[in-house]
């Protein structure tokens, strides 16, 4: 038997409220990883952390808080603590992952599609693994050929927010490259959703034990959205974050940033030539009249 679904349990509150969390964690980690450049040692590695958990949390949450608007509406749904924060593992750890590698090696296109390629993954690998610990009498169907466009859009998103975390300077810009981020997000999430299909036991139980959404809610708000917060708060401390200066004065569009972070070149004083040899250079330039 087929369950009917439900994923707009409470109209637009869940959408939109996703949507702006997936905006506010793309908006802080995309400014840490900015601001990483400016960095050198374990201070670049910690602002890459910070900009990877900022990301994962965000998409994380943006996850659960669209999954509280689902339902089905022959059987009541439950959620298993384990494999739910084994996707907030996953999902911070591949960002994680996607964000070093461009840190520390730059915008150049092997790195941008290695670590848009891993990020997108784990954006991916973190919804489904999230929908695997949902609990209820049947099981879920999906459909190939949109489960790989959802996972397209999220390569492309990711590789597009790694890009414009590294090449897109200023506050405003690096905003507008969130909410581009954002509706990436959402879109992928939303597709993933569209080749979802819901098959009943005909003899079904009850749901298995577990977390019912609106229990979920406290934690997701306490947990990730506590440390946005703070993300948040780091991030309007730093004057450098917010000016968008990102320590790329004289270096290409594209090329790698050197080993252990920008180098400050160092001015080279040059020898002033004699009075008495500039002269003779002169007269020896001057044509000998024949």
Request: hydrophobic share 50%; charged share 10%.
């Amino acid at each position: 038997m087929q369950g009917t679904v439900d994923g707009f349990t409470y109209g637009a509150v869940t959408p939109v409220t996703a949507f702006l969390m997936a905006c506010l964690g793309a908006a802080l980690g995309l400014r840490c990883t900015a601001r990483s450049l400016r960095a050198r040692g374990t201070s670049r590695a910690g602002w890459l952390a910070l900009g990877a958990t900022s990301i994962g949390s965000g998409i994380w949450t943006m996850h659960f808080i669209a999954m509280l608007g689902f339902s089905v509406r022959e059987a009541p749904v439950s959620y298993d603590r384990p494999l739910t924060y084994a996707s907030l593992a996953v999902g911070v750890g591949m960002v994680g992952v996607g964000i070093f590698l461009v840190g520390y090696r730059g915008a150049t296109r092997m790195a941008l599609v290695t670590g848009g390629t891993i990020t997108g993954l784990g954006v991916a690998s973190m919804h489904y693994l999230g929908m695997a610990g949902m609990n209820f009498g049947g099981v879920f169907e999906y459909d190939t050929l949109t489960v790989s466009l959802s996972v397209v859009i999220a390569v492309v998103a990711a590789t597009v927010a790694l890009w414009a975390a590294v090449s897109v300077h200023g506050f405003l810009p690096s905003l507008g490259a969130s909410v581009v981020m954002g509706v990436a997000v959402s879109g992928m999430h939303y597709t993933g959703m569209a080749a979802l299909q819901v098959h009943l036991h005909p003899d079904a139980a009850p749901a298995p034990p577990g977390e019912a959404p609106t229990s979920l809610l406290l934690p997701m708000m306490i947990g990730p959205g506590c440390f946005l917060l703070l993300a948040a708060v780091v991030v309007m401390i730093d004057p450098l974050v917010v000016s968008g200066a990102s320590g790329r004065a004289g270096r290409r569009p594209g090329q790698a940033l050197p080993r252990g972070g920008p180098v400050t070149p160092i001015p080279v004083q040059r020898r002033r030539t004699p009075p008495y040899a500039t002269t003779a250079h002169r007269a020896a330039r001057q044509p000998r009249n024949r």
